[in-house]
Structure formats: C-alpha cells, structure tokens
C-alpha cells in the first residue's frame, strides 16, 4: 500500500493557475503510473491525468492544452500543474498511485475552485 497526500489547491479566478503536488510514501512496490482524478459535486470521479514510470503522459481531452502531470521517481512526488482555469475544473483533485503489484491507491483530495 502506498500513502499519498495531495496539496496545492485553493481558489483561483478563472484563468489563473495552480499547481498541485502528491506526495507518496509507505511505498513496497514500485509505482508503476501516477494519475491525477477529479470529482465535481454531482459527478462521478475523471481521469484528469496520467504518467508512467517512463515519462507517457495521457490528458482528458478538456484539459489537453492546459494541465501538465509530471512525476520525480527519485523523490516519489507526483505534480499536476494547471494553467488557464476555468469554472468547470472546480473539483476535489484525487492523486492515484498504480503499484507493481496491480493494486490502485487513492490520496484524500485537494479542493480546487474556480470562480468567473
């Protein structure tokens, strides 16, 4: 099992930027791909982002553009920088870890707002 703890958010107006950062620990397997997932009220949890241990990166098509996800192996730290917001990004941010076992694990949130 893996520990991941996300920070960074907060409040942005519309076309502002933040960048958020998950932090894993407790690791005893390698990680193979870290994602970024968000959850508006409502709305089900989206993939947002994803990037192996290799560097491939993957984007919902709504971000693409926008949001860069980035990882450090070294320091087992995970980024998601986010530029250009809009309202509709506002949503609880979810870091996700897939581990070399094939087991998934999940941080508790960070919650982004974004206002008009």
């Known amino acids: 099992q893996v520990q991941l703890v996300e920070s960074g958010g907060g409040n942005q107006q519309a076309g502002g930027s933040l960048r958020l950062s998950c932090a894993a620990s407790?690791?005893?397997?390698?990680?193979?791909?870290m994602g970024w997932y968000r959850q508006a009220p409502g709305k089900q949890r989206e993939l947002v982002a994803s990037i192996t241990r290799g560097g491939t990166t993957n984007y919902v098509d709504s971000v693409k553009g926008r949001f860069t996800i980035s990882r450090d192996n070294a320091k087992n730290m995970a980024y998601l920088q986010m530029n250009s917001l809009k309202p509709e990004d506002t949503a609880v941010y979810y870091c996700s870890a897939g581990r070399l076992d094939g087991g998934v694990d999940w941080g508790q949130g960070t919650q982004v707002t974004v206002s008009s």
């Open positions: 407790r690791i005893h397997f390698s990680i193979r791909t």
